[in-house]
């Protein structure tokens, strides 16, 4: 059975950092797409940054970049996303997912992601 959890989450001032994992069981994550999206209230769920899974290439939104990063352990089996600089904007619920193929031309399409965690809650006050 696949499960991803996510964790770190929390409430931060803005300017402030925090780092995401997300541990995966069920699955290897080296092998997949890995990516995580976030979800605003009343908003879609909108890519964040993803690494594609056999160069290790990175993609990251427009509105994170040089604030935002992705890497994995590979021996623990975790993807985690160190936040800086966070912003009020980046409010909301952040989710990874796993692709097992996927081009890198659509690692931004949540339609294309096998699975996903339950999330994890993010806060920047200002």
């Known amino acids: 059975q696949v499960q991803l959890v996510e964790s770190g989450g929390g409430l931060v001032q803005a300017g402030g950092s925090l780092r995401l994992s997300c541990t995966a069981s069920?699955?290897?994550?080296?092998?997949?797409?890995v990516a995580w999206f976030r979800q605003a209230p009343g908003k879609e769920r909108e890519f964040v940054v993803g690494l594609f899974r056999s160069s290790g290439t990175t993609r990251s939104a427009d509105s994170v970049k040089g604030r935002f990063t992705i890497s994995r352990d590979n021996a623990k089996n975790v993807v985690y996303l160190q936040m800086n600089s966070l912003k009020p904007e980046d409010t909301g619920v952040y989710y990874c997912?796993?692709?097992?193929?996927?081009?890198?031309?659509?690692?931004?399409?949540?339609?294309?992601?096998?699975?996903w965690g339950q999330g994890t809650q993010v806060t920047v006050s200002s």
């Open positions: 997912a796993t692709a097992s193929t996927i081009i890198l031309s659509a690692v931004t399409n949540p339609n294309q992601y096998h699975y």
């Open positions: 069920g699955l290897t994550l080296r092998t997949d797409t």
